[in-house]
């Protein structure tokens, strides 16, 4: 298990680097092609020539660009100086450069905005978990019934309907029309909880039930497979209860393909929720990074999309070690 985990580490690192690289290249090199200045990105059109040359001195955009890339991989774990002449800037690390919007620390930029993306993380991926498991399993043990073809209806609309859709709606009716949902303007971690959970609640379910409906539909298809295995029936044949063939035997080989689907699904949330985030204005990585695209903010852009690379090679490398908790298979091959 220890040189597994360590070869999965050194996996990790490795697609890191080549996000790192890819990432750096496209977003340094195509306002090049397409003939802008990141200088004048960074200044702004009203300031004057000598002034321009000054920056793209200080940030070093006259240097090869894997001289660049060299130097922001160094100064994520080191911190960086930006040096133009006297003129020195520290960025502590880890340093992902300065927003070209606010001149603040990208770093501070991802931290402020990091609670409410983890917080709409955590809660809505609880709910989808619980409800479209739990919803997949019984519509599997009730086949072809009336709460089967119901659940089933249901979960095709869940997936069908985007989510600036649903959450539109749902403001329209449980904030507007109903008051019974109030939601903040902002958050930040001063912010008590009620105001936490006021704002989150209805993100939460909205997020929930459009997730909720590909894990039902996933549920049940699988556990119809392992159902109709020969060691399930060999457990019945033992005259096991029929809760203990569901829960210990059919249920643990039917979590592996939800496992997998449910890393990289918390992965992408925890990189930004961009549509969940812009429909109920949350200030967290997505509606950061949109804000980031419409200002062409590139060191922003870049830190949101490399904390959503970690985030997903974290997500898979942890599931990959869940599998053999769930599933003895895994540990005997």
């Not at 911190?79 to 603040?104: K, Q």
């Not at 539909?217 to 063939?245: F, N, P, Q, S």
């Not at 549509?275 to 509606?287: H, K, Q, R, W």
Request: aromatic share 10%; glycine share 8%.
């Amino acid at each position: 298990m220890l040189a597994y985990l360590i070869r999965r580490l050194f996996a990790v690192i490795i697609m890191v680097l080549v996000v790192l690289l890819a990432t750096f290249t496209v977003f340094f090199m195509l306002p090049k092609w397409a003939g802008q200045d990141i200088a004048v990105l960074f200044a702004g059109k009203a300031t004057g020539a000598e002034q321009i040359e000054g920056i793209r001195t200080k940030l070093g955009l006259d240097d090869p660009l894997l001289v660049q890339f060299w130097d922001f991989i160094k100064g994520i774990p080191m911190g960086r100086d930006y040096v133009n002449g006297t003129d020195v800037t520290h960025c502590p690390a880890p340093c992902f450069g300065y927003s070209f919007r606010t001149e603040a620390p990208v770093w501070e930029t991802l931290k402020d905005a990091l609670p409410v993306t983890a917080a709409l993380a955590a809660g809505a991926c609880v709910l989808w978990l619980v409800a479209g498991v739990a919803t997949g399993v019984i519509s599997a043990l009730k086949r072809g019934t009336i709460w089967d073809r119901s659940a089933m209806t249901i979960a095709l609309g869940g997936v069908s309907l985007p989510v600036f859709f649903t959450g539109m709606i749902a403001m329209g009716i449980f904030v507007h029309q109903l008051g019974w949902v109030k939601i903040a303007d902002s958050l930040s971690t001063d912010d008590s909880i009620d105001v936490w959970l006021q704002t989150l609640i209805l993100p939460w379910i909205v997020l929930a039930f459009l997730n909720a409906a590909m894990y039902a539909r996933l549920t049940r298809a699988t556990m119809l497979e392992v159902l109709g295995e020969d060691y399930i029936r060999t457990a019945r044949a033992k005259g096991l209860g029929e809760a203990t063939v569901i829960r210990k035997h059919a249920l643990r080989s039917a979590m592996t393909p939800i496992l997998t689907v449910f890393g990289l699904d918390l992965g992408v949330l925890m990189g930004g929720a961009v549509l969940t985030e812009s429909t109920f204005n949350l200030p967290g990585l997505g509606l950061e990074a949109v804000r980031a695209i419409s200002s062409k903010d590139l060191p922003v852009i870049l830190g949101v999309t490399l904390f959503a690379a970690l985030a997903i090679a974290i997500a898979n490398l942890v599931v990959d070690l869940l599998y053999a908790v769930i599933d003895p298979r895994v540990r005997l091959g």
